[in-house]
């Protein structure tokens, strides 16, 4: 069965330090990854996505994430995080063309002004 | 273009009720997918419709159905309620047949008591 690992579940950090959290998947054929973002109060919001081609992708708010197939694996980051980044953040896969999604358990990010 | 709608957003049921909630997705858009988040579980793919037909469904029990209209709006129903169904529903929606971009609703508080 396909699934979802997000390994840090709760992340606090200092405004300007660097961000990464991980998240691997299990499924062994093509993928739509995704991140979204779920800001206190607010919707879920995409970050980023990853189709196909350059595996470094950009998304909203200075975030990157990169796709490394032979690790299944799509981590975000960020340089410096603000206190505004606090949230939950949620990885999410899409095996092509099953229209089925499959998210990891979000991790929550704490910035400390 | 307004954002996806689900009423209501919060409900409170008793076990062995049940319950219909609705999704409005953003005007043109026709794949829905529904999901179910809880604070343990993270968010689980419950259905996905397209052009009012299922195309793939996540590991729910029968009691948790779902259709969709002509004109996209989709309903889920759930039978039977049981005190593990409190949980925040979320409708999301993407343009389709093959777009894998989804913009989520502010979901439906569902509680069971």
């Known amino acids: 069965a396909q699934s979802v690992s997000q390994h840090n579940h709760h992340v606090i950090l200092s405004e300007a330090a660097s961000l990464e959290l991980g998240c691997n998947y299990s499924?062994?054929?093509?993928?739509?990854l995704f991140w979204y973002v779920q800001y206190p109060g607010q919707h879920l919001q995409l970050l980023l996505k990853?189709?196909?081609?350059?595996?470094l992708v950009k998304g909203i708010k200075g975030f990157e994430a990169e796709f490394i197939k032979s690790k299944f694996s799509f981590n975000l980051r960020k340089p410096s995080v603000q206190w505004s980044d606090t949230a939950e953040y949620f990885c999410?896969?899409?095996?092509?063309?099953?229209?089925?999604?499959?998210f990891g358990t979000g991790t929550r990010l704490k910035v400390l002004a | 273009k307004a954002g996806v709608t689900q009423t209501p957003r919060y409900l409170i049921k008793t076990r062995g009720q049940q319950v219909t909630l609705s999704c409005s997705p953003i005007?043109?858009?026709?794949?829905v997918s529904w999901y179910q988040q809880t604070p343990g579980q993270g968010l689980q793919f419950l259905f996905e419709?397209?052009?009012?037909?299922?195309?793939n469904k996540g590991n729910f029990p029968g009691r948790f159905s779902g259709r969709q209209f002509s004109n996209s709006r989709s309903e889920m129903n759930v039978s039977t309620l049981e005190l593990g169904d409190s949980a925040l529903y979320l409708c999301?929606?993407?343009?389709?047949?093959?777009?894998?971009?989804?913009?989520f609703g502010p979901g439906t508080r569902l509680t069971v008591t």
């Open positions: 999301a929606s993407s343009s389709g047949p093959d777009a894998y971009e989804q913009y």
């Open positions: 499924y062994g054929g093509t993928v739509n």
């Open positions: 990853y189709f196909s081609g350059d595996p």
């Open positions: 999410a896969v899409n095996a092509g063309g099953t229209y089925k999604y499959i």
């Open positions: 005007s043109g858009h026709r794949s």
């Open positions: 419709y397209f052009s009012e037909t299922q195309r």
